[in-house]
Every structure is written in structure tokens, then in C-alpha cells.
């Protein structure tokens, strides 16, 4: 099973979500993101919010749309993603993606990418993934890993999210590395792509932030 979690972040960095929809698929609404799944003719299976970010009107459309609606007061100790990537990880889904959570207001984006932690720190089998327009973010544990070319996303950035990473070696990119140490605040990873049709990448300390992007 596959997770997609819509936030309410700006319409515009949207990708087109009708190219993630699938057979074993299932929707989750995030505050004003339930709108805009139900704009687009999407039903989430659930819904989660305080729904202060959308007008009386719409709200009412969301309470007659949307059968399971998990209705929160805006003061609590959890933000609404939490709240729903919490559910999404009980479901024991093989991949979770994130979408509306990025741009717009900087604490819920840094909030959002941390929140990619907790499924680390409780052992979660689950693939997560923030996607946006322009990005597809991961984090990823110390280990060996292939990493595919992709049509759109040839920029692809490595950014520490500890305080070190140790041992990174990338092989089958344009700048590649061996055995390097890097620094939480270092650029040195930014920016780089593929020369064939795959690479790989090894670390064998800290944790890493994948980015893959376009211009």
C-alpha cells in the first residue's frame, strides 16, 4: 500500500497528483489540503486539521465530503502532519509520500523534514518521501544505496542532517567523492548529477538529506 499525504501548502508547487494515484493508493487530507484533493476530484480516506486555514464555506464542504474527519483544536502539542504521518505510519504502508509541504511558511517546512525522523527513530520499514514541482526529499541512514537517473530531477544534493557524516563515497557522478567527511553546515554535496544512467552513494555515519531537483 501506498500513503499520499496532501498538506496545505501553496497551490502552486503542486506536481500534477493525478500521476500518483494508483490501484493500492489511498489519500490523506491535511487541513486546507483536504480542499484540495476534493477540488481535484480526489477523496481522501481520512482527514486531519484544526481547519483554520480554510473559510467557513469550505469547511463545510469538507465535513459533507469527507466521511472519517479528524477535527483537532489549533492549540496541541502535535501539528497536523504529525498527526496524520502518525496515522499513515500505523497503517504499515510501503511508502509514504508528502506532498504540500514545502514553500509558504519556513517553520512548517523545517517542521516537515524533521518529522522524516521519527519513522527512522521507531524503525519503519516505510519508503517517505516530501515531493514537490521542483523536489523529491528523503533521508536516508548509514548504508549503501543505488540511485537512479530520473528525466526531470538531475540535480541531486546531498545536505547533512547531523552534526557529521562520515565515509561518503559517491561513484557514477560527475563529482565524485571517497570516503570524505562532511559537516552539518558543509556545501560540498550540493548540486551534483549523474554521468550514466545510475550511481551509488555510501556513508557510513550520521544522517543524510537527499534532495532531487530541477530548475
Given at each position: 500500500m501506498i500513503i499520499n499525504i496532501l498538506a496545505g501548502g501553496p497551490e502552486d508547487l503542486l506536481?500534477?497528483?493525478?500521476?500518483?494515484?494508483?490501484?493500492?493508493?489511498?489519500?490523506?487530507?491535511?487541513?486546507?489540503?483536504?480542499?484540495h484533493l476534493l477540488k481535484r476530484n480526489i477523496s481522501p480516506v481520512i482527514a486531519f486539521g484544526d481547519f483554520d486555514s480554510v473559510s467557513p464555506e469550505e469547511l463545510?464542504?469538507?465535513?459533507?465530503?469527507?466521511?472519517?474527519?479528524?477535527?483537532f483544536k489549533p492549540e496541541k502539542d502535535e501539528t497536523d502532519m504529525e498527526l496524520a504521518l502518525n496515522w499513515a505510519l500505523e497503517q504499515n504502508p510501503e511508502k509514504i509520500r508528502i506532498f504540500g509541504a514545502t514553500g509558504g511558511r519556513l517553520d512548517h517546512l523545517f517542521a516537515n523534514v524533521q518529522l522524516l525522523l521519527n519513522p527512522l527513530r521507531a524503525k519503519k520499514a516505510a519508503d517517505i518521501c516530501l515531493i514537490d514541482r521542483n523536489n523529491l526529499l528523503f533521508l536516508k541512514e548509514p548504508g549503501t544505496y543505488t540511485i537512479n537517473k530520473m528525466k526531470d530531477e538531475k540535480y541531486i544534493s546531498f545536505v547533512p542532517l547531523t552534526l557529521n557524516v562520515?565515509?561518503?563515497t559517491l561513484e557514477g557522478f560527475k563529482f565524485p567523492l571517497k570516503n570524505q567527511h562532511i559537516s552539518l553546515g558543509s556545501t560540498l554535496c550540493i548540486s551534483n548529477e549523474l554521468i550514466s544512467d545510475y550511481g551509488?552513494?555510501?556513508?557510513?555515519?550520521?544522517?543524510l538529506i537527499v534532495i532531487r531537483s530541477h530548475d
Open positions: 506536481p500534477d497528483l493525478k500521476e500518483f494515484e494508483g490501484k493500492n493508493t489511498i489519500w490523506v487530507g491535511v487541513d486546507r489540503g483536504v480542499f463545510q464542504f469538507i465535513e459533507s465530503k469527507v466521511e472519517e474527519l479528524k477535527r562520515s565515509g561518503i551509488t552513494f555510501s556513508f557510513s555515519e550520521g544522517i
